[in-house]
Structures are given as C-alpha cells and as structure tokens.
C-alpha cells in the first residue's frame, strides 16, 4: 500500500543568531511548478533580505532541488533539504529568508541557522501521512477504555472522538494495512466481546505529528 508523508498545513519558524534574523516558511506542493511559484513569491515579499534560500522534494518523478542564494555552497540549501529528507516528508516546499545582521557566521553558524529555520517551520506545520484509511467506529464498557485507547496507539491509528453514554462510543482511522492486525488484537484483548464496524475509507493525509 502507498504511504508517505507531507507536511500538514503551512508552517513558519524563525531563527535569531548574531542579528542575523533567519525565517523559514514551508508549504505543501504536489508539483515542481507549485515550488517555484512559492520561492518566487517569498523573493518578492522579502525583496530586501540578503539571501531567499530554498529546498523543495515532489515525490512525482523523485525531484529534490535547493538554492544557496548567493550563500556559501552546502551551508544553506542543503542544510534545508537535509531537514525534510530527515523528517521523511515528500511534495514540500521550504524557504529560509536571512535578514543580514552584520556579523559573519562562518560555515558552521550558517548551516545550523538555516537547519534551525527550516526545522521550526517543519515543527509549526506538522507532519500528516498519505494513506488508504478506514473510519471506524466501536464501542466499549467504560473500564475498557484506556486498554482500547492504548491499542489504537499502538497500531498507529488516529482517535477521532469519544461519544460517552451508557457505553464509550469511539471513532478512529486505522491504516487499511493494519485493520486485520488492530482486529485480531481488539478481539484477543477484550475476549471476544469488543468489535468494530468500518464505516468507510479514504485516501487521504492523517496528522501524526
């Protein structure tokens, strides 16, 4: 089955290293073109700033660019780049402004700057994966509850609400590839007495992050 991950909305950081002010921005894009028009626009919102860095992954096609902007090579860029290929998210677009503040970094000041933005702006924004998920919805006796909440974490699912009446009524989306398992283990757990039904399913980003 097809996962990956995306960011989950548009996020920004900023960063603060000897006046140098560096401001990182990220944005979901599912093409190339949607990355550049981003980088264009944060060059002309920030028009004055000494450098308009960037970093972006499409996962159509496997394309992973960065610009130094006039930085010393590998000290901006690919420090940003570094940051969502280590965070695993795809069809992202990350810009990291500096606003020069007279002082020099050198190369290793530079490179944990624009690490530093970028990563705040990943962190604002949040990571969702892309998966087939399926809407469930169960129910369980009060003094069940914890044990089936900590199931669902355990198979990775999402806990979407809890409904408390005479019983718990709980919605949850569970990774199709991990329904069988989260099932079986719903079933071990409770004796038989806990079961679920699935009320439909989507292809669609879920945050985990």
Known sequence: ??????????????????????????????????????????????????HNCFAYIIREGGVMRYGDDGEPQGTAGQPI???????????????????????LLG???LVRA????????????????????????????????ERVRRLLDEHEAVLENTDYGADIVISALVR??????FSDALREMSA???GFEVEGSRFCGVRIV
């Open 176 to 181: 199709e590839d991990k329904t069988a398992a």
């Open 81 to 103: 780049l570094a940051v969502l290929s280590g965070a695993g998210v795809q069809n992202v677009c990350c810009t990291v402004t500096r606003y020069f503040g007279g002082v």
């Open 1 to 50: 089955m097809t996962t990956y991950l995306v960011p989950a909305d548009a996020g920004a950081g900023e960063y603060i290293e000897k006046r140098s002010r560096f401001i990182g921005q990220i944005r979901p894009v599912e093409t190339e073109a949607e990355a550049q028009a981003m980088i264009a626009a944060v060059k002309k919102e920030h028009y004055d700033a000494r």
């Open 114 to 145: 624009y690490t530093a933005a970028a990563k705040a702006a990943l962190d604002d924004a949040g990571i969702s994966q892309m998966a087939l998920w399926q809407s469930i919805s169960l129910r369980c006796a009060y003094n069940m509850f």
């Open 107 to 109: 190369t290793g000041g």
């Open 192 to 194: 038989g007495s806990i």
